[in-house]
Protein backbone atom coordinates (compact mmCIF):
# COMPACT_ATOMS: atom_id res chain seq x y z
CA UNK A 1 0.00 0.00 0.00
CA UNK A 2 1.08 3.48 -0.98
CA UNK A 3 2.63 5.44 1.89
CA UNK A 4 -0.21 6.85 4.92
CA UNK A 5 -1.19 10.55 4.04
CA UNK A 6 -1.96 12.47 7.63
CA UNK A 7 -4.54 15.26 8.03
CA UNK A 8 -3.94 17.47 10.85
CA UNK A 9 -7.34 19.41 12.05
CA UNK A 10 -6.84 22.35 14.32
CA UNK A 11 -9.14 24.87 15.91
CA UNK A 12 -8.73 28.75 16.41
CA UNK A 13 -10.56 31.64 17.94
CA UNK A 14 -12.61 29.75 20.41
CA UNK A 15 -13.31 26.32 20.98
CA UNK A 16 -16.40 24.51 20.44
CA UNK A 17 -16.52 25.18 16.74
CA UNK A 18 -17.18 21.73 16.34
CA UNK A 19 -13.68 19.94 15.63
CA UNK A 20 -15.02 16.42 15.90
CA UNK A 21 -17.94 16.94 13.40
CA UNK A 22 -15.75 18.28 10.65
CA UNK A 23 -12.99 15.66 11.39
CA UNK A 24 -15.78 13.20 11.01
CA UNK A 25 -17.45 14.64 7.79
CA UNK A 26 -14.04 14.99 6.04
CA UNK A 27 -13.40 11.24 7.05
CA UNK A 28 -17.19 10.10 5.91
CA UNK A 29 -16.30 11.85 2.81
CA UNK A 30 -12.90 10.06 1.69
CA UNK A 31 -14.63 7.14 3.17
CA UNK A 32 -17.15 7.86 0.73
CA UNK A 33 -14.52 7.87 -2.36
CA UNK A 34 -13.61 4.38 -1.54
CA UNK A 35 -10.55 5.38 0.73
CA UNK A 36 -10.14 3.61 4.00
CA UNK A 37 -9.87 6.21 6.96
CA UNK A 38 -9.46 6.33 10.49
CA UNK A 39 -9.76 9.24 13.11
CA UNK A 40 -7.78 10.11 16.56
CA UNK A 41 -7.86 12.80 18.68
CA UNK A 42 -5.07 14.40 20.80
CA UNK A 43 -6.17 15.64 24.58
CA UNK A 44 -3.84 18.15 25.72
CA UNK A 45 -5.10 17.62 29.17
CA UNK A 46 -3.06 15.59 32.13
CA UNK A 47 -5.59 12.95 32.98
CA UNK A 48 -4.70 9.34 31.37
CA UNK A 49 -8.03 9.29 30.31
CA UNK A 50 -11.68 11.09 30.60
CA UNK A 51 -12.73 7.59 32.88
CA UNK A 52 -12.11 9.92 36.01
CA UNK A 53 -13.56 12.81 34.72
CA UNK A 54 -16.85 13.97 36.53
CA UNK A 55 -19.40 14.20 32.96
CA UNK A 56 -19.67 17.90 34.15
CA UNK A 57 -16.02 18.33 33.26
CA UNK A 58 -15.95 16.80 30.01
CA UNK A 59 -19.41 15.34 28.92
CA UNK A 60 -19.96 11.42 28.19
CA UNK A 61 -17.25 9.40 28.79
CA UNK A 62 -17.23 6.70 25.22
CA UNK A 63 -15.85 3.67 25.76
CA UNK A 64 -14.42 1.42 22.72
CA UNK A 65 -14.14 -2.06 22.27
CA UNK A 66 -10.88 -2.54 23.66
CA UNK A 67 -12.23 -1.10 26.44
CA UNK A 68 -10.43 2.49 26.18
CA UNK A 69 -12.26 5.35 27.87
CA UNK A 70 -12.71 7.85 25.41
CA UNK A 71 -13.15 11.40 24.33
CA UNK A 72 -16.80 11.43 23.33
CA UNK A 73 -15.60 12.96 19.83
CA UNK A 74 -14.85 9.32 19.41
CA UNK A 75 -18.41 7.98 19.27
CA UNK A 76 -19.20 10.59 16.47
CA UNK A 77 -16.19 9.42 14.55
CA UNK A 78 -18.04 6.03 14.91
CA UNK A 79 -21.11 7.08 14.45
CA UNK A 80 -20.31 8.46 11.09
CA UNK A 81 -17.69 5.98 9.55
CA UNK A 82 -20.00 2.87 11.16
CA UNK A 83 -15.82 1.39 12.16
CA UNK A 84 -14.46 0.53 15.84
CA UNK A 85 -12.04 2.76 17.11
CA UNK A 86 -9.50 1.88 19.72
CA UNK A 87 -7.28 3.27 22.31
CA UNK A 88 -4.83 4.27 19.69
CA UNK A 89 -7.43 7.20 18.59
CA UNK A 90 -7.33 8.85 21.92
CA UNK A 91 -4.72 10.29 23.40
CA UNK A 92 -3.88 12.35 26.33
CA UNK A 93 -1.02 14.67 27.61
CA UNK A 94 -1.33 12.74 30.21
CA UNK A 95 -0.46 9.02 28.46
CA UNK A 96 1.92 10.90 26.63
CA UNK A 97 3.92 11.47 30.05
CA UNK A 98 3.42 8.73 31.60
CA UNK A 99 4.80 6.60 28.83
CA UNK A 100 7.96 9.10 28.82
CA UNK A 101 8.32 8.70 32.56
CA UNK A 102 7.99 4.68 32.40
CA UNK A 103 10.56 4.35 30.11
CA UNK A 104 12.95 7.22 31.84
CA UNK A 105 12.60 4.51 35.07
CA UNK A 106 13.81 1.99 33.13
CA UNK A 107 16.70 3.88 32.33
CA UNK A 108 15.63 3.89 28.29
CA UNK A 109 17.01 7.08 28.01
CA UNK A 110 20.77 6.06 28.36
CA UNK A 111 21.16 8.83 31.10
CA UNK A 112 20.18 11.46 28.97
CA UNK A 113 18.29 14.77 30.11
CA UNK A 114 14.62 14.09 29.46
CA UNK A 115 12.75 17.45 27.99
CA UNK A 116 9.66 18.29 26.45
CA UNK A 117 12.05 18.56 23.45
CA UNK A 118 12.54 15.45 21.41
CA UNK A 119 10.87 13.05 24.33
CA UNK A 120 7.97 14.75 24.28
CA UNK A 121 7.20 15.50 20.91
CA UNK A 122 8.46 11.88 19.95
CA UNK A 123 6.52 10.33 21.63
CA UNK A 124 3.07 12.25 20.35
CA UNK A 125 4.76 11.78 16.68
CA UNK A 126 5.08 7.86 17.75
CA UNK A 127 1.69 7.81 18.93
CA UNK A 128 0.16 9.73 15.82
CA UNK A 129 2.15 7.17 13.11
CA UNK A 130 0.61 4.41 15.27
CA UNK A 131 -2.23 3.82 13.14
CA UNK A 132 -1.03 4.73 10.02
CA UNK A 133 1.71 1.78 10.97
CA UNK A 134 -0.96 -0.98 11.09
CA UNK A 135 -1.47 -0.84 6.87
CA UNK A 136 -5.15 -0.53 7.35
CA UNK A 137 -5.76 2.93 6.64
CA UNK A 138 -4.94 4.87 3.42
CA UNK A 139 -5.91 8.25 5.16
CA UNK A 140 -5.01 9.17 9.15
CA UNK A 141 -7.15 12.04 10.47
CA UNK A 142 -5.58 13.71 13.67
CA UNK A 143 -7.85 16.26 15.55
CA UNK A 144 -6.05 18.36 17.85
CA UNK A 145 -7.66 19.42 21.20
CA UNK A 146 -8.01 22.62 22.47
CA UNK A 147 -7.42 25.68 20.24
CA UNK A 148 -4.36 27.46 18.77
CA UNK A 149 -2.30 29.15 20.97
CA UNK A 150 -2.96 27.13 24.11
CA UNK A 151 -0.20 26.54 25.96
CA UNK A 152 -0.72 23.17 26.78
CA UNK A 153 -1.35 22.41 22.86
CA UNK A 154 2.34 23.32 22.15
CA UNK A 155 4.00 20.29 22.05
CA UNK A 156 1.12 18.92 20.22
CA UNK A 157 1.82 21.44 17.41
CA UNK A 158 5.31 21.37 17.04
CA UNK A 159 5.06 17.47 17.01
CA UNK A 160 2.98 18.06 13.63
CA UNK A 161 5.35 20.67 12.12
CA UNK A 162 7.90 18.13 12.53
CA UNK A 163 6.14 15.41 10.84
CA UNK A 164 5.40 17.48 7.78
CA UNK A 165 8.91 18.24 7.59
CA UNK A 166 9.67 14.89 8.08
CA UNK A 167 7.06 13.63 5.77
CA UNK A 168 6.43 16.52 3.18
CA UNK A 169 3.38 16.17 1.04
CA UNK A 170 1.85 13.22 2.41
CA UNK A 171 0.37 15.74 5.13
CA UNK A 172 -2.75 18.48 5.06
CA UNK A 173 -3.41 20.80 7.65
CA UNK A 174 -6.92 21.95 8.13
CA UNK A 175 -7.57 24.65 10.33
CA UNK A 176 -11.47 25.36 11.41
CA UNK A 177 -12.00 28.80 12.42
CA UNK A 178 -15.02 31.05 13.49
CA UNK A 179 -16.10 34.05 10.99
CA UNK A 180 -18.34 36.71 13.46
CA UNK A 181 -20.95 38.15 12.34
CA UNK A 182 -21.17 41.89 14.04
CA UNK A 183 -24.90 42.78 13.75
CA UNK A 184 -24.29 46.39 14.41
CA UNK A 185 -22.71 46.80 11.19
CA UNK A 186 -23.86 43.91 9.32
CA UNK A 187 -20.26 42.74 8.94
CA UNK A 188 -18.08 39.17 8.49
CA UNK A 189 -15.14 40.00 10.35
CA UNK A 190 -11.40 37.96 9.33
CA UNK A 191 -9.69 40.00 11.24
CA UNK A 192 -9.72 36.74 15.02
CA UNK A 193 -8.74 34.12 12.20
CA UNK A 194 -6.14 36.27 10.71
CA UNK A 195 -4.88 36.12 14.65
CA UNK A 196 -5.73 32.49 14.75
CA UNK A 197 -3.46 31.78 11.64
CA UNK A 198 -1.00 33.46 13.22
CA UNK A 199 0.03 32.07 15.94
CA UNK A 200 -0.25 28.74 13.76
CA UNK A 201 2.38 30.30 11.50
CA UNK A 202 4.58 31.42 14.76
CA UNK A 203 4.90 28.20 15.47
CA UNK A 204 5.88 26.80 12.26
CA UNK A 205 2.41 25.54 10.99
CA UNK A 206 1.06 26.70 7.24
CA UNK A 207 -2.76 25.91 7.62
CA UNK A 208 -3.55 24.49 3.79
CA UNK A 209 -7.12 24.85 4.09
CA UNK A 210 -9.54 27.01 6.24
CA UNK A 211 -12.53 25.81 7.13
CA UNK A 212 -14.87 28.94 8.49
CA UNK A 213 -17.75 28.51 10.85
CA UNK A 214 -20.33 31.37 9.91
CA UNK A 215 -23.94 32.43 10.40
CA UNK A 216 -23.86 34.07 7.29
CA UNK A 217 -23.03 33.35 3.61
CA UNK A 218 -18.86 34.06 3.13
CA UNK A 219 -19.24 36.27 0.04
CA UNK A 220 -15.97 36.06 -2.81
CA UNK A 221 -14.28 39.04 -1.23
CA UNK A 222 -14.38 37.65 2.21
CA UNK A 223 -13.18 34.48 0.90
CA UNK A 224 -10.19 36.45 -1.07
CA UNK A 225 -9.77 38.50 1.92
CA UNK A 226 -9.34 35.39 4.03
CA UNK A 227 -6.80 33.32 1.22
CA UNK A 228 -4.73 36.37 1.11
CA UNK A 229 -3.95 36.93 4.59
CA UNK A 230 -4.19 33.16 5.66
CA UNK A 231 -1.39 32.56 2.96
CA UNK A 232 -4.03 29.50 1.43
CA UNK A 233 -5.55 29.28 -2.10
CA UNK A 234 -9.44 30.76 -2.24
CA UNK A 235 -10.57 27.13 -2.99
CA UNK A 236 -9.52 26.27 0.07
CA UNK A 237 -11.19 29.10 1.92
CA UNK A 238 -14.59 26.51 2.82
CA UNK A 239 -17.75 27.94 4.64
CA UNK A 240 -19.42 26.12 7.22
CA UNK A 241 -22.83 27.68 7.99
CA UNK A 242 -24.36 26.64 11.31
CA UNK A 243 -26.24 23.12 10.12
CA UNK A 244 -29.81 21.88 11.75
CA UNK A 245 -28.30 18.30 12.58
CA UNK A 246 -24.53 17.32 12.63
CA UNK A 247 -25.39 14.56 10.49
CA UNK A 248 -26.08 17.27 7.49
CA UNK A 249 -22.55 18.29 7.70
CA UNK A 250 -20.85 15.92 5.24
CA UNK A 251 -23.62 16.44 2.56
CA UNK A 252 -22.61 20.76 3.25
CA UNK A 253 -18.86 19.92 2.96
CA UNK A 254 -19.16 18.05 -0.01
CA UNK A 255 -21.41 20.53 -1.71
CA UNK A 256 -18.33 22.70 -0.53
CA UNK A 257 -15.51 20.68 -2.02
CA UNK A 258 -13.57 20.40 1.44
CA UNK A 259 -12.98 16.83 0.13
CA UNK A 260 -12.03 17.51 -3.33
CA UNK A 261 -9.49 20.24 -1.52
CA UNK A 262 -8.12 17.64 0.44
CA UNK A 263 -7.33 14.97 -2.00
CA UNK A 264 -5.82 17.27 -4.39
CA UNK A 265 -3.41 18.68 -1.27
CA UNK A 266 -2.32 15.01 -0.85
CA UNK A 267 -1.81 14.15 -4.18
CA UNK A 268 -4.80 11.05 -4.43
CA UNK A 269 -6.73 10.97 -6.66
CA UNK A 270 -10.68 11.79 -6.36
CA UNK A 271 -11.43 7.96 -7.27
CA UNK A 272 -15.13 9.64 -8.74
CA UNK A 273 -17.83 10.71 -6.85
CA UNK A 274 -18.48 10.24 -3.10
CA UNK A 275 -21.56 8.21 -2.70
CA UNK A 276 -23.54 9.47 -0.02
CA UNK A 277 -26.80 7.61 -0.73
CA UNK A 278 -27.39 5.49 2.49
CA UNK A 279 -26.15 8.80 4.16
CA UNK A 280 -28.76 10.91 2.17
CA UNK A 281 -31.28 8.52 2.77
CA UNK A 282 -30.96 8.67 6.41
CA UNK A 283 -30.80 12.52 6.59
CA UNK A 284 -34.05 12.44 4.61
CA UNK A 285 -36.08 10.23 6.86
CA UNK A 286 -34.72 12.42 9.68
CA UNK A 287 -35.65 15.61 8.30
CA UNK A 288 -39.28 14.16 7.31
CA UNK A 289 -40.84 11.97 10.12
CA UNK A 290 -44.25 11.11 9.98
CA UNK A 291 -44.57 10.01 13.37
CA UNK A 292 -43.31 11.22 16.89
CA UNK A 293 -43.20 9.51 20.30
CA UNK A 294 -42.12 11.00 23.30
CA UNK A 295 -39.62 9.05 25.31
CA UNK A 296 -38.38 10.29 29.55
CA UNK A 297 -34.62 10.08 29.75
CA UNK A 298 -34.39 9.78 33.60
CA UNK A 299 -31.09 11.16 34.78
CA UNK A 300 -28.87 12.64 37.43
CA UNK A 301 -27.19 14.95 34.31
CA UNK A 302 -30.55 15.87 32.44
CA UNK A 303 -28.81 19.56 32.59
CA UNK A 304 -25.84 18.38 30.77
CA UNK A 305 -26.74 16.96 27.61
CA UNK A 306 -23.36 16.01 26.40
CA UNK A 307 -23.61 13.51 29.58
CA UNK A 308 -25.92 11.41 27.73
CA UNK A 309 -24.63 11.93 24.50
CA UNK A 310 -24.39 8.29 22.82
CA UNK A 311 -27.83 7.79 23.94
CA UNK A 312 -29.14 10.74 22.16
CA UNK A 313 -27.42 10.08 19.01
CA UNK A 314 -29.16 6.21 19.28
CA UNK A 315 -32.66 7.77 19.63
CA UNK A 316 -31.92 9.73 16.37
CA UNK A 317 -30.58 6.89 14.32
CA UNK A 318 -33.68 4.22 15.96
CA UNK A 319 -35.88 7.58 15.09
CA UNK A 320 -35.01 7.34 11.32
CA UNK A 321 -35.03 4.20 10.82
CA UNK A 322 -38.48 3.89 12.16
CA UNK A 323 -39.30 7.44 10.22
CA UNK A 324 -40.45 8.96 13.29
CA UNK A 325 -39.30 11.70 15.54
CA UNK A 326 -38.05 10.79 19.23
CA UNK A 327 -38.54 13.69 21.25
CA UNK A 328 -36.64 13.19 24.59
CA UNK A 329 -38.23 14.62 28.07
CA UNK A 330 -35.16 15.47 30.13
CA UNK A 331 -36.24 14.60 33.51
CA UNK A 332 -34.29 15.02 36.73
CA UNK A 333 -34.41 12.44 39.47
CA UNK A 334 -33.45 14.00 42.05
CA UNK A 335 -35.81 15.94 44.63
CA UNK A 336 -39.10 13.87 42.74
CA UNK A 337 -41.87 12.65 44.77
CA UNK A 338 -43.38 9.30 44.03
CA UNK A 339 -46.43 11.43 42.85
CA UNK A 340 -44.13 14.29 41.21
CA UNK A 341 -42.42 11.11 39.15
CA UNK A 342 -45.27 10.01 37.96
CA UNK A 343 -46.86 13.39 36.46
CA UNK A 344 -43.76 13.47 34.89
CA UNK A 345 -44.11 10.27 33.46
CA UNK A 346 -48.11 10.06 32.53
CA UNK A 347 -48.83 10.16 29.10
CA UNK A 348 -45.13 9.52 27.50
CA UNK A 349 -44.46 6.50 24.91
CA UNK A 350 -41.15 5.18 26.78
CA UNK A 351 -39.03 5.63 29.96
CA UNK A 352 -35.08 4.97 29.19
CA UNK A 353 -33.57 4.98 33.03
CA UNK A 354 -29.88 6.47 32.60
CA UNK A 355 -26.40 4.89 33.42
CA UNK A 356 -24.53 6.64 36.35
CA UNK A 357 -23.12 6.60 39.53
CA UNK A 358 -23.65 6.75 43.12
CA UNK A 359 -27.08 6.78 44.91
CA UNK A 360 -28.12 10.89 44.01
CA UNK A 361 -31.18 10.78 42.49
CA UNK A 362 -31.21 7.06 42.84
CA UNK A 363 -34.99 6.91 44.14
CA UNK A 364 -36.10 8.63 42.05
CA UNK A 365 -34.81 6.34 39.07
CA UNK A 366 -36.50 3.53 41.50
CA UNK A 367 -40.00 5.24 40.94
CA UNK A 368 -39.31 5.89 37.18
CA UNK A 369 -38.98 2.02 36.77
CA UNK A 370 -42.04 1.44 38.91
CA UNK A 371 -44.30 3.48 37.07
CA UNK A 372 -43.59 1.79 33.91
CA UNK A 373 -43.44 -1.45 34.90
CA UNK A 374 -46.96 -1.06 36.48
CA UNK A 375 -48.33 0.95 33.83
CA UNK A 376 -47.02 -1.20 31.08
CA UNK A 377 -45.05 1.36 29.03
CA UNK A 378 -41.98 0.38 27.18
CA UNK A 379 -38.53 0.73 29.15
CA UNK A 380 -35.41 0.16 28.79
CA UNK A 381 -32.28 0.52 31.60
CA UNK A 382 -28.93 0.95 30.93
CA UNK A 383 -26.36 0.00 32.99
CA UNK A 384 -27.30 1.48 36.16
CA UNK A 385 -31.17 1.67 35.02
CA UNK A 386 -30.95 -1.76 34.79
CA UNK A 387 -29.49 -2.02 37.72
CA UNK A 388 -32.52 0.10 38.96
CA UNK A 389 -35.06 -2.77 37.25
CA UNK A 390 -33.26 -5.62 39.47
CA UNK A 391 -33.85 -3.80 42.85
CA UNK A 392 -37.24 -2.29 41.80
CA UNK A 393 -38.55 -5.78 41.14
CA UNK A 394 -37.01 -7.42 44.38
CA UNK A 395 -38.65 -4.83 46.54
CA UNK A 396 -42.14 -4.66 44.88
CA UNK A 397 -42.57 -7.54 43.70
CA UNK A 398 -40.80 -10.08 45.70
CA UNK A 399 -41.11 -8.30 48.65
CA UNK A 400 -37.37 -7.97 49.82
CA UNK A 401 -37.97 -4.53 51.39
CA UNK A 402 -34.45 -2.93 51.77
CA UNK A 403 -33.25 -4.54 48.30
CA UNK A 404 -30.60 -2.54 46.89
CA UNK A 405 -27.41 -2.41 45.27
CA UNK A 406 -24.23 -2.32 47.91
CA UNK A 407 -22.82 0.60 45.74
CA UNK A 408 -25.25 2.61 47.82
CA UNK A 409 -25.64 0.57 50.74
CA UNK A 410 -23.03 -1.59 51.56
CA UNK A 411 -24.87 -3.25 54.30
CA UNK A 412 -28.03 -4.35 52.82
CA UNK A 413 -29.45 -6.95 53.54
CA UNK A 414 -30.56 -8.12 50.15
CA UNK A 415 -27.28 -7.20 48.22
CA UNK A 416 -29.46 -7.83 45.01
CA UNK A 417 -26.82 -5.97 42.75
CA UNK A 418 -23.28 -6.61 44.11
CA UNK A 419 -19.74 -5.81 43.54
CA UNK A 420 -17.90 -7.84 41.26
CA UNK A 421 -15.97 -10.53 42.34
CA UNK A 422 -12.63 -9.25 40.31
CA UNK A 423 -13.82 -5.80 41.62
CA UNK A 424 -13.21 -6.37 45.90
CA UNK A 425 -9.48 -5.87 45.59
CA UNK A 426 -9.39 -3.26 43.23
CA UNK A 427 -8.62 0.25 44.75
CA UNK A 428 -7.04 2.67 42.31
CA UNK A 429 -10.27 3.90 40.25
CA UNK A 430 -8.51 4.59 36.57
CA UNK A 431 -9.29 1.97 33.90
CA UNK A 432 -10.46 -0.55 36.53
CA UNK A 433 -13.94 -0.88 35.91
CA UNK A 434 -15.21 -4.17 33.44
CA UNK A 435 -14.00 -2.62 30.21
CA UNK A 436 -15.24 -2.67 26.51
CA UNK A 437 -16.96 -5.66 24.59
CA UNK A 438 -17.98 -9.13 26.18
CA UNK A 439 -19.79 -11.63 24.81
CA UNK A 440 -23.83 -13.05 25.59
CA UNK A 441 -25.34 -15.41 25.09
CA UNK A 442 -29.78 -14.42 24.13
CA UNK A 443 -32.35 -16.81 26.17
CA UNK A 444 -34.34 -18.74 23.39
CA UNK A 445 -37.55 -17.40 22.62
CA UNK A 446 -36.62 -14.15 24.70
CA UNK A 447 -37.51 -10.44 23.58
CA UNK A 448 -33.94 -10.06 24.00
CA UNK A 449 -33.75 -12.70 20.96
CA UNK A 450 -36.48 -11.36 19.20
CA UNK A 451 -35.39 -7.91 18.80
CA UNK A 452 -31.80 -8.84 17.91
CA UNK A 453 -33.12 -11.33 15.77
CA UNK A 454 -29.43 -13.81 16.43
CA UNK A 455 -28.52 -15.64 20.11
CA UNK A 456 -24.91 -14.72 20.47
CA UNK A 457 -24.11 -10.66 20.68
CA UNK A 458 -20.97 -8.62 22.08
CA UNK A 459 -21.48 -5.56 23.61
CA UNK A 460 -19.48 -2.59 25.68
CA UNK A 461 -19.72 -2.61 29.27
CA UNK A 462 -18.31 0.43 32.47
CA UNK A 463 -19.58 -1.06 35.09
CA UNK A 464 -18.15 -2.56 39.08
CA UNK A 465 -21.04 -3.65 40.31
CA UNK A 466 -23.59 -6.83 38.78
CA UNK A 467 -26.54 -8.73 39.04
CA UNK A 468 -26.09 -10.83 41.85
CA UNK A 469 -26.17 -14.36 40.68
CA UNK A 470 -27.74 -15.82 44.18
CA UNK A 471 -31.43 -13.96 43.31
CA UNK A 472 -31.43 -15.64 40.13
CA UNK A 473 -33.70 -18.03 40.77
CA UNK A 474 -36.34 -15.88 43.01
CA UNK A 475 -36.48 -13.49 40.19
CA UNK A 476 -36.92 -15.24 37.67
CA UNK A 477 -39.90 -17.43 39.33
CA UNK A 478 -41.21 -14.12 40.26
CA UNK A 479 -41.04 -12.66 36.13
CA UNK A 480 -37.71 -11.45 35.67
CA UNK A 481 -35.95 -13.67 33.47
CA UNK A 482 -32.12 -13.69 32.65
CA UNK A 483 -32.45 -13.26 29.26
CA UNK A 484 -28.69 -12.71 28.32
CA UNK A 485 -25.65 -14.07 30.32
CA UNK A 486 -22.05 -13.97 29.61
CA UNK A 487 -20.93 -17.43 28.57
CA UNK A 488 -17.67 -17.35 30.39
CA UNK A 489 -18.42 -15.93 33.81
CA UNK A 490 -22.58 -16.34 33.99
CA UNK A 491 -23.10 -13.13 34.87
CA UNK A 492 -26.21 -11.81 33.71
CA UNK A 493 -26.61 -9.22 31.16
CA UNK A 494 -30.24 -8.66 30.32
CA UNK A 495 -33.02 -8.82 32.26
CA UNK A 496 -36.66 -8.81 30.73
CA UNK A 497 -40.53 -9.18 32.02
CA UNK A 498 -42.02 -11.32 30.79
CA UNK A 499 -45.77 -10.14 31.50
CA UNK A 500 -44.57 -6.47 30.11
CA UNK A 501 -45.02 -5.61 26.52
CA UNK A 502 -41.61 -4.19 26.52
CA UNK A 503 -39.33 -3.69 29.83
CA UNK A 504 -35.50 -4.39 29.41
CA UNK A 505 -32.89 -3.71 31.54
CA UNK A 506 -28.91 -4.24 29.75
CA UNK A 507 -26.19 -4.01 32.19
CA UNK A 508 -24.06 -3.11 29.13
CA UNK A 509 -24.14 0.06 27.24
CA UNK A 510 -26.12 -0.68 23.43
CA UNK A 511 -25.32 3.18 22.68
CA UNK A 512 -21.90 2.80 22.07
CA UNK A 513 -22.58 0.72 19.06
CA UNK A 514 -25.45 2.71 16.79
CA UNK A 515 -24.18 4.57 14.11
CA UNK A 516 -25.96 5.72 11.49
CA UNK A 517 -25.60 2.79 8.98
CA UNK A 518 -26.14 0.29 11.70
CA UNK A 519 -28.78 1.61 14.13
CA UNK A 520 -28.93 -0.28 17.47
CA UNK A 521 -31.52 -2.93 17.43
CA UNK A 522 -32.42 -2.20 20.92
CA UNK A 523 -33.12 0.82 20.31
CA UNK A 524 -35.09 0.74 17.17
CA UNK A 525 -36.95 -2.24 19.06
CA UNK A 526 -37.47 0.59 22.08
CA UNK A 527 -38.75 3.37 19.42
CA UNK A 528 -41.04 0.92 17.74
CA UNK A 529 -42.80 -0.36 21.36
CA UNK A 530 -43.11 3.12 22.07
CA UNK A 531 -44.83 3.89 18.78
CA UNK A 532 -47.00 0.72 20.00
CA UNK A 533 -47.83 2.47 23.15
CA UNK A 534 -48.61 5.16 21.68
CA UNK A 535 -51.29 4.08 19.15
CA UNK A 536 -52.55 1.48 21.70
CA UNK A 537 -53.54 4.33 24.58
CA UNK A 538 -54.90 6.77 21.65
N1 LIG B 1 -22.53 2.48 39.05
C1 LIG B 1 -22.88 1.24 38.42
C2 LIG B 1 -21.72 0.27 38.42
O1 LIG B 1 -20.58 0.67 38.54
C3 LIG B 1 -23.40 1.46 37.01
C4 LIG B 1 -22.40 2.03 36.08
C5 LIG B 1 -22.98 2.62 34.83
O2 LIG B 1 -24.19 2.92 34.79
N2 LIG B 1 -22.16 2.86 33.84
O3 LIG B 1 -21.92 -0.91 38.26
Not at 143 to 164: F, W
Not at 237 to 263: F, R
Not at 334 to 351: A, D, F, P, T, W
Request: one cysteine or more; proline letters at 4%.
Amino acid sequence: MAATKYIFVTGGVTSSLGKGIIAASLAKLLQARGYSVTIQKLDPYINIDPGTLNPYEHGECYVTNDGAETDLDLGHYERFLNRPTSQANNVTTGRIYQSVIEKERKGEFLGKTVQVIPHITDEIKHRIKLLGDTGEFEVVITEIGGTVGDIEALPYIESVRQLIWELGDDCCVVHLTLIPYLATTGELKTKPTQHSVKTLLESGLQPDVLVCRSEHDLSDDIKRKLAQFCNVRKEAVVESLDAKTIYAVPVLMQNEGLDQVVLKKLGLPLQGESDLKNWKEFLSKLEYPKKEVEIGLIGKYVELKDAYKSIVEAFIHAGAENECHVKLKWIHSESLSEHEMSEQIKGLNGVLVAPGFGDRGFEGKLEAVRYAREEGIPFLGICLGMQAAVIEYARNVLGLENAHSTEMDSDSAHPVIDLMDDQKEISNKGGTMRLGAYDCVLREGSKAAEIYKRREINERHRHRYEYNNAYKDQLTEAGLIASGVNPDTGLVEIVEIEQHPWFLGVQFHPEYKSTVINPHPLFVGFVKAALLHKSSVN
